[in-house]
């Protein structure tokens, strides 16, 4: 995937996760040959009890937002401080995107 493409759907995530009061994106990166082509780390202002929430919001924003246009699925894992969300899509030319957004809970 091009880096105009990859910093298309970065640029999408940070203005939809901008929309979110109660998350603050803290940084994001490119990550050329690893797991996940994008991390987009967060900090969330609301506490652990609100986890299932926030990844209703982050399941929303890639299914119906960012990942327009592709075959797409995602997955949730817990960590200690918080949660990751781990996506991948499959764009119309049979090229894969792969990504996690890390959520730090306060």
Not at 19 to 48: A, W
Not at 61 to 66: A, F, G, L, Q
Not at 70 to 84: S, V
Request: net charge negative.
């Amino acid at each position: 995937m091009a880096t105009r493409e990859l910093d298309a759907v970065i640029g999408d995530w940070v203005e939809c996760l901008g929309d979110l009061e109660y998350l603050r994106v803290v940084k994001t990166s490119q990550n050329y040959g690893t797991d996940h082509l994008i991390t987009i780390r967060c900090k969330s202002k609301l506490p652990e009890g609100y986890a299932s929430g926030i990844q209703a919001d982050l399941a929303r924003i890639w299914t119906r937002e960012v990942s327009i246009g592709m075959e797409c699925g995602h997955t949730f894992h817990k960590t200690p401080t918080g949660f990751e969300m781990h996506f991948i899509g499959l764009n119309q030319l049979n090229v894969a995107l792969s990504g996690q957004i890390v959520v730090e809970m306060t």
